[in-house]
């Protein structure tokens, strides 16, 4: 570790260079929208505090460009949120909004200043100024997308999600955390709780407080005795009202219905008699990976519950109805076995049955009022008090009936990433199915097809991924097509689609989920152990959980989960059939990083190539630099040549309030090669570049996955001119107005270098120098190894 080089960043920048005319007409419209704004907070009914949205343009995303120097100080109008890129919230109260109109007036219509270069120097008020495309309050159509009749449908006839989920600007645990007194807010929001409450005592009003404050929600929930009595609509039309007009209301939505997906259609009916299916039994004298498995129970048939690791029989539904979730167990232990020259892992893994969900809604809602959040909340207890020490993963192949916003995180995701943290666990969830019309046809076996075939699709943004499938801490899989007799695979067309994200990659990967249109289902078990076929991305998400747990079961000691993720997304690879550079800005919305390989293929290595991994926490202010020799059989008459992959996994911190932005520190991870000047002067240049076009924010963010904990890169050197001393260096940089947390970020880099000729000796030419180099080298795998 050592203190990082300086440079990046940039002073203020003149948004209207060249444009005078323009930029006093400009100036002139913010302040009559600021004047506006003014005359609204003070007629309020919440002591003059507010919220207001300021828009910047498409070239002030970058950080550095953020009007808090002179505009929105910090300490009198605090940044409460952001929403979609470019989208910030401030609190403000009319005498700070004056000071912010003075400074908007004064900045300069002409810049005159010069600095010591004798270059034209804009001040921080113009600059900022000229980076604001729009200062306005939230309208209604900012706070909610739904209309009064399409609640009270929702409310009649979606049990378990008769609630609204509602996102305060601020709440105790913000203010608590403020170092600021904002006395007026914290009266606003005990004003907004009181009235609240005072709407009917037959609401029942919970708030996310202390124990998970990072999720700031606050839920209202209409029990379905008042949703079926004759004042219902009275009160929710009350209700709405409130809400609409409450200045501290930011957004608010209609709550999620949990489903398995209707896409997984039984191919083989049940009927009386049905031959059953003898799986192999667990050696007793071996460990097996777990996994655990959240849905509608296992069945207790003796043949599979051999395999169980233990139990939480909460909702004890009847063997009939767990059908879902023993076809999820029977692909752990036997998936491989059921669906032969599929690439699905050979070696068993024993199961954890969750039993917290039911098809009965009436009876899901008589246990879980919060729906889904309430399920995750008893999930949190149950595994506060009976997770086995060995079980890491955790399968989830269950949907709230939500699709992802492309800028936002949602409280479903929040939750989930919080218990992932809290129990270091990693879910493995379905990216969710699509339905009736919006099936897709089958993905044509040609790249310019499968674009246009894309191109016509009809219900295109209503096959984006359900939530929580845009989790930072997590695992969410899409589902392809089984493999054909020449290996090719394909996106099944019931799969649900990314981005899920602004800034990431979802689905993460994809998994064979079976294929009723090409008639190649995928096969397991049902309740009474008898062949069963299905399909769904419920069942690709199993198979990327076994290759995870066997993961996780082979790796030398307890490793971090940043290691055991980036070692998943180094290895994985892109089907075929996606793997076209047509389709490069598209595959990875079905795909993700890819299938996962093996555990063997990601453990295992050839002579001709090495695979170095790291893994540290990335102190405040430090950056991790680790210098290495280039494998001597790499380098011939100076030139360096190899093909690299390098891939970074890390846990920044997470915050809801920052919706596009919810991931508050970025780390990278860069390879720079030696160079010597004709001078004699050394210094280390980088080789690999994110495959992004263009150098702006919105760029970096959607091609180079600026500010995801996953990054990726890879590159062939064919005749590298540079000495052979390289340097791999991971440094980080946080958002505007975010703290480094103290305790630093953790994190995990593998990198490998490979003869793309597979002929020489990498392996033992690049260990030879390390140990020379004096580095202890320490091998992740361990031999224990069990097939059934």
């Known amino acids: 570790m050592k203190q990082p080089e300086g440079g990046g960043g940039g002073g203020a920048k003149d948004f209207f260079a060249d444009r005078d005319v323009e930029f006093a007409r400009h100036k002139h419209r913010l302040l009559k929208q600021v004047d506006s704004i003014r005359t609204t907070l003070s007629g309020s009914n919440f002591d003059a505090v507010g919220y207001v949205k300021v828009r910047l343009q498409s070239a002030a995303l970058a950080k550095s460009h953020r009007p808090m120097e002179a505009l929105f100080k910090p300490q009198s109008s605090p940044l409460v949120g952001t929403g979609a890129l470019g989208e910030l919230y401030f609190e403000v109260t009319p005498s700070v909004l004056a000071k912010v109109a003075g400074k908007i007036d004064n900045a300069e ?70 170092e600021n007194d904002r006395t007026e807010a914290y009266k606003a929001l005990r004003k907004f709780r009181r009235e609240l409450r005072g709407l009917s005592p037959d609401l029942a009003i919970w708030s996310s407080g202390d124990k998970w404050k990072d999720l700031h929600l606050t839920v209202v929930q209409f029990p379905a005795e008042i949703v079926e009595g004759t004042k219902f609509e009275t009160l929710l039309e009350t209700t709405l009202e409130f809400l609409d007009s409450s200045a501290l209301v930011r957004r608010y939505s209609l709550g999620a219905a949990v489903s398995r997906g209707t896409q997984s259609t039984r191919l083989t009916p049940h009927a009386t008699a049905r031959t059953k299916i003898v799986l192999p039994q667990p050696q007793p004298e071996q460990t097996y990976p777990v996994v655990g ?49 599929q690439q699905i892992e050979e070696d068993a893994c024993k199961f954890f049955d969750y039993d917290l969900y039911t098809e009965d809604k009436a009876k899901f809602e008589g246990n879980f009022e919060k729906g889904f959040i309430d399920m995750l909340l008893q999930l949190d207890a149950e595994l506060s008090q009976s997770k086995p020490d060995n079980l890491r993963v955790i399968n989830l192949s269950l949907n709230p009936e939500l699709m992802t916003d492309q800028n936002g995180y949602s409280p479903y995701a929040a939750l989930l990433d919080q218990i992932a943290d809290k129990h270091d666990v990693i879910f493995v969830i379905s990216a969710g199915n699509l339905d009736g019309a919006q099936v897709r046809n089958r993905w044509p076996d040609e790249a310019t097809p499968a674009l246009q075939q894309l191109a016509s699709y009809r219900q295109l943004g209503a096959d984006r991924i359900y939530v929580p499938g845009e989790t930072a801490r997590n695992i969410t899989v899409g589902a392809l097509e089984p493999m054909d007799s020449s290996g090719r695979t ?26 009723t249109a090409g008639n190649t289902p995928l096969v397991s078990i049902d309740n009474v152990c008898a062949r069963m076929e299905d399909e769904g991305t419920s069942f690709a998400a199993p198979l990327v959980a076994k290759t995870l747990a066997l993961l996780d079961h082979r790796t030398e000691g307890k490793q ?37 390989a093996t555990v063997d293929d990601m453990l295992a290595t050839d002579d001709n190539t090495i695979t170095l991994i790291f893994k540290d926490t990335l102190p405040l202010g430090r950056e991790l630099s680790f210098d290495f020799v280039w494998p001597e059989v790499l380098i011939k008459n100076g030139r360096t040549r190899g093909n690299v992959e390098l891939t970074i996994a890390y846990s920044p911190p997470l915050d809801r309030l920052h919706q596009a932005e919810f991931a508050r520190v970025n780390i990278d991870a860069y390879l720079r090669q030696e160079i010597v000047s004709e001078d004699g002067e050394a210094s280390f240049h980088g080789r690999l570049k994110a495959d992004h076009s263009g150098k702006l924010e919105k760029n970096l963010i959607a091609h180079g996955a600026k500010w995801w904990p996953v990054k990726h890169y890879s590159k062939p050197f064919k005749r590298l001119e540079g000495t052979s001393n390289w340097r791999l260096v991971v440094d980080s940089i946080t958002r505007a107005g975010a703290l480094y947390p103290k305790e630093g970020v953790q994190f995990a880099v593998v990198l490998t ?27 992740v795998r361990t031999s224990a190894r069990v097939r059934t």
């Open 753 to 779: 270098i490979s003869d793309p000729d597979k002929e020489e000796p990498v392996f033992a030419s690049a260990r030879r120098a390390l140990i020379q180099q004096g580095v202890s080298l320490v091998d």
């Open 293 to 341: 498995i959240v849905d509608a129970g296992v069945s207790r048939d003796r043949s599979i519950a051999a395999w169980s690791a233990g139990m939480v029989d909460y909702m004890r539904e009847p063997d009939s109805e767990r059908d879902h979730g023993t076809f999820i167990a029977g692909l752990l232990v036997n998936g491989a076995g059921f669906n032969p020259n």
């Open 560 to 596: 971090p989960r940043e290691l055991l993720m980036a070692l998943m997304y180094h290895f994985a690879r892109m089907p075929r059939l996606l793997d076209h550079k047509l389709l490069k800005d598209v595959c990875k919305d079905f795909a993700g990083f890819g299938m996962p």
């Open 109 to 178: 219509d002409t810049v005159t200043k010069r600095d010591s270069h004798n270059k034209l120097k804009v001040s921080s008020a113009r600059s900022e100024v000229g980076a604001i495309e729009d200062i306005l309050l939230p309208t209604r159509r900012d706070k909610r997308a739904f209309e009064m009749n399409q609640a009270v449908q929702h409310f009649k006839h979606k049990p378990g999600a008769r609630y609204f989920a509602v996102e305060l600007f601020v709440d105790e645990s913000t203010l608590a955390e403020d």
């Open 490 to 515: 394909r996106p099944a067309p019931y799969t649900r689609r990314g981005p899920a994200t602004s800034a990431g990659i979802k689905p993460d990967f994809a998994h064979i989920g079976g294929c």
